[in-house]
Each structure stands twice: as structure tokens, then as C-alpha cells.
């Protein structure tokens, strides 16, 4: 098995954890940095895996620093499931729709800015639809019950008590002959 940090380091922000075990590929987390300009320059970032490589996402809650970038990667081509609690798909139905809206209304507004001193266009980071589509991927999950992921991993959603819906995540890992 192999952890690769890819948020949440050096930062309180962007929690996101990629997962190897044997050839399957998932996410812990996909989330949004948030902070100064250069710490929110990370959002724009391209993700240091191809999305249509990952086969699923465990999200932990709803808080936008660890599920904000979820329409970012469902536009950059993931499909698989998204696991979660349903408190937390209900707080993300609302959070990532507004969130999308806010980059769209940050795009329009640089550009209409950038227009008058002949910028180039500046693209949201997602939009409401890849919010939408995001959302559709959703797989609501039980706190204590046991689910697989990909070959050989189990995990179980256990309560956190951080916000509505928060989970810790026990995770359950065969590979070859060691658990």
C-alpha cells in the first residue's frame, strides 16, 4: 500500500490522500485550499494523478477544505463513487452548489475586468453542472457498517463528532498476504 499527501500538509487546507493498493487507485478527501492568494493558488493547480485513474473517494465530512474540489474532479473525468454519510451528501448538496457558483461569479466578474485590459478568459475552477454531476455520485454509507471499496479494502465510517455527518475512517487493507 502507498499514501501519497496531497493536501493538508504544511497547511491546514486541501485534504486529499491518494491511496495505491495494488493496481486500484481511490481517494480519502478532495479538498479545497483555502487562504491567502498563494495557498488558494493550489486550487488551480493541475492534480498530481489522472481522475479517470481513481476508482473511488471516501469522503470524511462536508467541510469545502476536504470535499471542495469534488466538481474539479469529476470536469477533469472521475466516475466512480463518491462514500460518504448522509449528513454529509446533505451538507454537500448545498455547499458545492454554492461553492460552483461563487467560481462562476468570480470568473464572470475577472473577465469582464480582464476584458477592458485585453486579458485572456479566466475559466471557473467548476461550475454549478460539474457541482450537479458530482453530487450524482454520491453512495451514502452507515456509520459502523463495514463496505469495500476496491479489491481488498474494507472501511467503516466511524463517528467524529467534528460536524453533522463527520466520520474517521477505519480502513481494512489486503494486499498479497499481509492485513
Known amino acids: 500500500m502507498k499514501i501519497t499527501f496531497l493536501g493538508a500538509t504544511r497547511t491546514v487546507t486541501g485534504s486529499c490522500y491518494l491511496l495505491e493498493v495494488g493496481a486500484h487507485k481511490f481517494l480519502v478527501d478532495c479538498g479545497m ?3 491567502s492568494k498563494l495557498i488558494k493558488a493550489l486550487n488551480e493547480k493541475e492534480f498530481l ?3 479517470g485513474e481513481i476508482e473511488a473517494v471516501v ?7 476536504h470535499s471542495g474540489l469534488l466538481p474539479k474532479l ?6 466512480g463513487p463518491i462514500y460518504c454519510t448522509k449528513s454529509t451528501e446533505e451538507l454537500c448538496s448545498i455547499l ?3 461553492s ?4 462562476e461569479g468570480e470568473a464572470e466578474y475577472a473577465n469582464r475586468k480582464g476584458m477592458r485590459a485585453g486579458k485572456k ?8 453542472d460539474d457541482a450537479s454531476r458530482a453530487l450524482h455520485l454520491f453512495k451514502l454509507r452507515s456509520f459502523g457498517e ?9 472501511v467503516t465510517f466511524r463517528v467524529a463528532g467534528h460536524i453533522l455527518g463527520s466520520a474517521f475512517v477505519e480502513m481494512s487493507v489486503t494486499e498479497g498476504d499481509k492485513k
Open 33 to 35: 485550499f483555502q487562504g
Open 49 to 51: 494523478f489522472h481522475p
Open 59 to 65: 469522503l470524511t465530512h462536508a467541510h469545502v477544505d
Open 74 to 79: 469529476v470536469k477533469e473525468g472521475f466516475r
Open 96 to 98: 458545492l452548489p454554492d
Open 100 to 103: 460552483a457558483h461563487i467560481q
Open 121 to 128: 478568459i479566466v475559466e471557473p475552477l467548476f461550475t454549478v
Open 146 to 154: 463495514p463496505f469495500n471499496i476496491v479489491p481488498g479494502v474494507t
